[in-house]
């Protein structure tokens, strides 16, 4: 009986009837696919695997939320008065300043003729009061989390001596009203524990070739034959190739311990500081639209840093008064919960609006001079070549 080719899909079959057998020449062994790999290590630590510290109870792996101040042992400090208000007199500009922005102005864009910044005849000025009030808050957050690295040798404090407070730990804060963040390792925290990654053993089966160190030939599809009986050159007829992932190993390193087959844990605390700004422009009737404001510098008519502040009292603008105590009603009530207030600041900004009307042609048009560097803005300027049109 004619012996037959029979492929189990572990390799090819050589007989005797196999034009490309040799009895000299044996054939190359076959490689045997494992089955699908099913890891069992953990793909996040367990809960278990972190300590019970004393204080730091809600803290969890990707930080357990800020942690509120303690209260005060000794009273704190009462806001004082602001300042005396000065005189609330509204700056006015000239003619020639007035144009002389203009001018600026209209030569600082290349598809304005500057004609009518220069020849316009000014037939009205018109000044407006605007105030702009900020309030600043800069407050100091807490939080905690339990972070890992590979262990090489790191000492370990862990319940060493007892562990300092959230809040008891020092950090070195930057300057006023300026952000930046801090992360300090909490002392006496540091422990080690056997990875959980790869339980320990410092590798973990590769997932390309579900660690067998071998895949399917992909030039062959695993038959070992490429045309007819041409045994496959890819994979010398064995049907399948090594992994070019883990170099044939069937399994990687660990990425969580790098091999050291532990891991040191401790407790991180982020110290956050924040200045938090709000701030309120008077609601003004010159048809200046308000984001223009916020590129200008105005007159300073009062400013108050101190602990806390008080809200704004006898200023002649009711708005501003009225934004004053809701803003820092607000920003006491949302800050001091979550955090410790080191210091706030309130300011009131004159900001100078001058509406500018003039002819230019036989046709009325209008800009606006603003702010303490006499900015312009000219919705309708008059002589626009056509690239701006298009623009």
């Known amino acids: 009986m004619q012996n037959q080719r029979l492929h189990s899909g572990h390799g090819p079959y050589y007989g005797t009837d196999n034009p490309g057998y040799c009895p000299s020449a044996p054939a190359a062994p076959a490689m045997y696919a494992p089955p699908v790999f099913d890891p069992s290590a953990p793909s996040a630590p367990p809960a278990s695997m972190y300590d019970n510290v004393p204080g730091y109870e809600g803290t969890m792996v990707g930080g357990g939320g ?8 000794m ?67 807490r939080s905690t989390e339990w972070s890992q690295e590979p262990y090489n040798g790191q000492p370990v404090d862990a319940f060493i001596q007892a562990v300092p407070g959230p809040w008891d730990i020092p950090a070195q804060a930057p300057g006023l009203f300026k952000d930046h963040t801090q992360v300090i390792r909490v002392p006496y925290t540091s422990s080690v524990k056997s990875c959980y990654a790869c339980v320990g053993m410092g590798r973990n089966p590769c997932k390309d070739c579900a660690g067998a160190g071998n895949k399917v030939c992909w030039v062959c599809n695993g038959s070992g034959y490429r045309h007819g009986d041409d045994r496959c050159s890819h994979c010398s007829g064995r049907g399948r190739e090594n992994c070019s992932h883990c170099r ?57 840093a101190q602990y806390l502040v008080y809200p704004v009292r006898g200023f002649p603008d009711t708005a501003v008064v009225g934004a004053s105590e809701r803003l820092v009603r607000e920003h006491q009530a949302n800050y001091s919960q979550t955090s410790r207030i080191l210091q706030q600041r309130q300011t009131i900004e004159l900001i100078p609006i001058t509406k500018v009307s003039y002819m230019w042609k036989g046709k009325s048009c209008v800009y606006f001079v603003f702010g303490n560097e006499f900015k312009v803005s000219s919705d309708d300027y008059p002589a626009k070549c056509c690239c701006c049109s298009v623009l």
């Open 248 to 304: 044939g190993q069937g399994s990687k390193e660990c990425s969580t311990c790098h091999g050291r087959r532990q891991i040191l844990v401790f407790i991180n605390l982020t110290v956050k500081w924040t200045n938090h700004i709000d701030v309120y422009v008077v609601e003004q009737n010159s048809g200046l639209k308000v984001a223009n404001l916020s590129k200008v510098s105005g007159k300073e008519m009062h400013k108050d």
């Open 66 to 73: 800020f942690l509120p101040p303690p209260m005060p042992t």
């Open 75 to 141: 009273p704190m400090p009462m806001p004082e008065p602001g300042p005396a208000q000065p005189s609330w007199n509204i700056p006015s500009i000239t003619e020639d300043t007035a144009r002389e922005a203009f001018i600026m102005f209209a030569s600082s864009k290349c598809c304005y003729n500057s004609s009518p910044a220069r020849e316009g005849v000014i037939t009205r000025m018109d000044a407006f009061n605007t105030y702009r009030y900020r309030l600043e808050t800069f407050n100091e957050s």
